[in-house]
């Protein structure tokens, strides 16, 4: 079935109208997202040294020698272990420094 409009001009502007709307849609959930508090989590690491994944954790994520001992036990007992909490942009530069090591963490 085929809509037909009055008005065929109105067409362009409801098409621009909407993605005008998407577009805001899509900042404001961006922005809300960017706020949520998330985890940077380190998982299971059979490649890397125990202690070279402590020393990362200590200099990158600023952790205490205590905390990136438990950290990593943790994950290797559970298979992963929450590093830090954070929003989104505070924890991005975080994972990039650590991969940067070849140590793989997330942001969930």
């Known amino acids: 079935m085929k809509t037909i409009y009055a008005n065929q001009k109105s067409i362009p502007q409801r098409k621009q109208l909407t993605e005008t709307l998407i577009e805001t849609l899509t900042e404001s959930e961006e922005q809300l997202d960017a706020s949520l508090e998330r985890e940077l989590v380190l998982f299971k690491d059979e490649k890397n040294e125990l ?8 200099q990158v994520c ?3 020698s205590g905390d990136a001992f438990d950290v990593v036990t943790e994950a290797n007992t559970k298979g992963h272990s929450t590093i830090t909490t954070g929003t989104f942009n505070e924890l991005k530069p975080l994972r990039k420094a650590v991969c940067d090591k070849n140590i793989w963490v997330e942001i969930l």
Request: overall charge positive; cysteine-free.
């Open 62 to 64: 600023k952790l205490s």
């Open 51 to 58: 202690d070279y994944i402590i020393k990362t954790l200590i």
